[in-house]
């Protein structure tokens, strides 16, 4: 059976730990790719052309990134037939209804704000990785770019 990655694309150094921590307490770290800005993100996402068992399953996305924000990224995933149908979790600290709003509007499927308590931050990381890993299923587009 294929390993399952996850993308987690995340500038902040504390947040990437405190998430590769939770990761780590579910047994998925060794599975889970860093991007630390979106275009990082995108390069890897658009430009991929291997075997779709090598694509992420899932990506948790920040909104707040440097050089290309969530949003864009989000935008351009959705806006590309590779990656059109990849899964993406926004994981964001915005309490702000109008970042809700547009993840959603731009094709996000689920929208999970970070908890500052570790155990609950742990237990919503262990919960989106059951279901995008365990239940979910994609259809493979990733080498009709």
């Not at 390993?3 to 047994?27: H, S, T, Y």
């Not at 990849?86 to 109008?98: F, G, H, N, T, Y």
């Not at 308590?117 to 990381?125: E, G, I, N, Q």
Request: glycine share 4%; proline share 5%.
């Amino acid at each position: 059976m294929p390993k399952k990655v996850i993308l987690l694309v995340e500038d902040n150094p504390d947040d990437v730990e405190l998430a590769l921590l939770a990761l780590r307490a579910n047994g998925m770290e060794s599975e889970t790719m860093v991007a630390r800005d979106g275009q990082e993100a995108l390069d890897f996402l658009l430009a991929y052309r291997g075997p779709c068992e090598d694509m992420p399953e899932v990506v948790l996305l920040d909104l707040k990134l440097p050089l290309v924000d969530g949003f864009e990224v989000l935008r351009q995933l959705r806006a590309n037939q590779a990656t059109r149908y990849l899964p993406v979790v926004i994981l964001s600290s915005s309490r702000e209804e109008r970042d809700l709003i547009a993840s959603y509007e731009l094709g996000a499927n689920s929208y999970i704000q970070k908890s500052l308590d570790f155990s609950k931050f742990t237990a919503s990381v262990r919960q989106v990785s059951q279901y995008w890993l365990g239940l979910n299923e994609v259809p493979c587009t990733c080498q009709k770019a």
